[in-house]
């Protein structure tokens, strides 16, 4: 239970940050901020990712996009931006688990079902490239814990400090002290190794988001994906959400289109998530629709259980119309084609 209203104040939070980001990236691009009831149009390249920080990591695929790259690089190289990012809770600057570990998961997947997954990975900057050497270089999909870290060694990958930032410091004591927990010896012991704390990466002390989703159809109109997260802030040491799991946090089906979530991960977990949207897609659904009707399937299963969660999901088509929906309000993603660079506000379950 402490995880899940732990969990569930961070979304809160988040949803407060999300707010005030909006309005600086609307007067930042000129722009407003559109509902996602209106849906993209068709378009290549074009890449889409969850959240506000979306914004900048969209920039970095673009890079790739633009210049006749592929879907597959635009989206590794997109959100290495948010793992390294001193900003969110992507990477090594996220929550620890509730031991005081940042533990983090991430998976990629291109247009040929081509896919590599890490998860439970420590002290790796960037899980996505550890992901696709998964996929490339093994002959596995995916990779975890102590396994993971020691194949990014043997590929080149550096072994970071492993300590917290300030902040994150900051936020796993306040969490000790009111969820009562003490972690294992062992685990204190092994923490005290790790050194001093790093110093501060937040200019506010708030966290921004916890995962990035993002989709890229490129000039060849193939489609890929990628997702990378240091999970629920304070989670049982060990826990993995859906962000690693194909099929789950991402899919990718060239012929149809692609979908990645962020929100409550064992929410969905549940239903398969992703594949569940693109499937959606394929029976003739709009990207929206799909993430919509996902959305309704969650909550038929979880009726009771609504009030503390949030789930969201963001999808494309081969044609590159996107579109998103999340359960309560407050999930934003970001859009970068030719035609706009732009911050869209999903539509929710608890909105209509
Ligand atoms: N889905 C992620 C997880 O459960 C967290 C998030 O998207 O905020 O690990």
Known sequence: MYFRIQYFNMLNRRKFIS?????????????????????????SPIVVSTWDVGLDANRAAWE???????????????????????????????????DGF??????????????????????????????????????????????????????????????????????????????NYRPPEKNIENKKQHGPFAPTRLANGDWNHDTIGMLA?????????????????????????????IGSGLYVDNEVGACTATGQGEEIIRIAGAHLVVEF?????????????????????RTNKLAELQVCFLAIDRAGNFGGYSL??????????????????STSWFDS
């Open 102 to 179: 940042v533990t983090l998961d991430a998976c990629i997947m291109d247009a040929h079902g081509n896919c590599g997954s890490v998860a439970f990975l420590e002290r790796i900057k960037h899980p996505i490239s550890v992901a696709r050497r998964v996929m490339e270089k093994t002959p596995h999909v995916m990779l975890v814990g102590i396994g993971a870290q020691q194949f990014a060694l043997e590929e080149g990958f550096k072994l970071e400090s492993g300590t917290l930032s300030e902040d994150a410091q900051r936020a796993y004591e306040q969490w000790l002290e009111k969820s």
């Open 217 to 245: 159809l490129d000039q060849q109109r193939n489609l890929s994906g990628s997702c990378t997260t240091s999970g629920a802030g304070f989670k049982m040491r060990g826990r993995v959400g859906d962000s690693p799991l």
């Open 19 to 43: 707010g005030s980001a909006l309005g600086s990236v609307g007067l930042l691009l000129g722009k407003e901020v559109h509902s996602a009831s209106i849906q993209g149009a068709p378009d």
């Open 328 to 345: 309560r309000p407050g999930f934003t993603y970001a859009v970068r084609s030719r035609h706009e660079e732009k911050i869209y506000k």
């Open 281 to 301: 897609m394929r029976s003739g659904l709009t990207p929206e629709q799909s993430c919509k009707k996902a959305i309704e399937r969650f909550v038929k299963l």
């Open 64 to 98: 790739v996009l633009s210049r006749g790259g592929i879907a597959l690089d635009a989206v590794e190289q997109g959100v290495r931006i948010t793992e390294d990012s001193l900003n969110c809770c992507v990477g090594l600057g996220g929550n620890p688990d509730r």
